[in-house]
């Protein structure tokens, strides 16, 4: 191994360590090729990027239409703080909604007119409609249904990715003002958003109907 060839795998694991370090929710990691210029440096392997462009809030509620994977669907995905609900409008135009109270370990389900509740005994499943964590590269402008818009290459978080599988990505497209989502393509399957609200929302959409079966 060459004297540059070591410093090379020092900064790797510089770079492992720092991964470690900071919260890559705050942090995107992008991971570069170590490469030998011709004055004999070592270009670095991580650099810091900046904050995702668009994050999640604490409460919000978005409904979006999905196609591409099975059966079109219709979901609401709606969130306050550590409540959660999921409404989704398969092609049978039957609504199936789960919703998840985990400070309270608890999960409801409502299909046909029925509700039970079990523990919520696993890991909570985020219902987010894609994830804002991982590495951000703007492709430039764009026009959704006359309107302006922002597109964006959204990868994996190099921090977390598994390098023996393939970096997956999606395609992201953000009004103008970053604000508000509104598309998404991931390997065939799209997602048209139409309705995004921010901030609290409405307490009585995370209780049990008076039906609610106990398991």
Not at 48 to 67: C, G, H, K, L, V
Not at 98 to 116: C, P, Q, V
Not at 182 to 204: C, N, T, W
Request: neutral net charge.
């Amino acid at each position: 191994m060459s004297g540059l060839e070591g410093i090379a795998n020092i900064v790797e694991k510089a770079g492992d360590g720092l991964a470690k370090i900071f919260s890559p929710s705050r942090i995107a990691f992008t991971a570069l090729r170590v490469s030998i210029c011709s004055l004999g440096l070592v270009a670095p392997l991580l650099v810091f990027a900046a904050d995702a462009p668009f994050r999640w809030p604490e409460s919000y509620a978005i409904t979006y239409s999905q196609t591409g994977y099975g059966t079109p669907l219709l979901n609401t995905y709606t969130k306050d703080g550590p409540k959660a609900r999921n409404d989704v409008l398969g092609a049978n135009k039957r609504l199936d909604t789960t919703i998840f109270l985990l400070n309270e370990h608890k999960m409801i389900s409502i299909a046909n007119g029925i509700t039970h509740e079990s523990a919520l005994s696993f890991k909570y499943p985020s219902g987010e409609p894609f994830p804002t964590v991982g590495s951000w590269e703007f492709l430039g402008t764009d026009t959704l249904k006359g309107s302006p818009a922002l597109k964006y290459k959204v990868s994996n978080d190099p921090a977390r990715h598994d390098p023996s599988k393939p970096m997956s990505y999606f395609f992201l497209w953000l009004s103008a003002d970053k604000k508000i989502p509104l598309r998404m393509e991931e390997a065939g399957m799209i997602r048209e958003f139409s309705r995004y609200v921010p901030g609290p929302q409405d307490p009585k959409l995370f209780s049990a109907p008076d039906n609610t079966e106990e398991h």
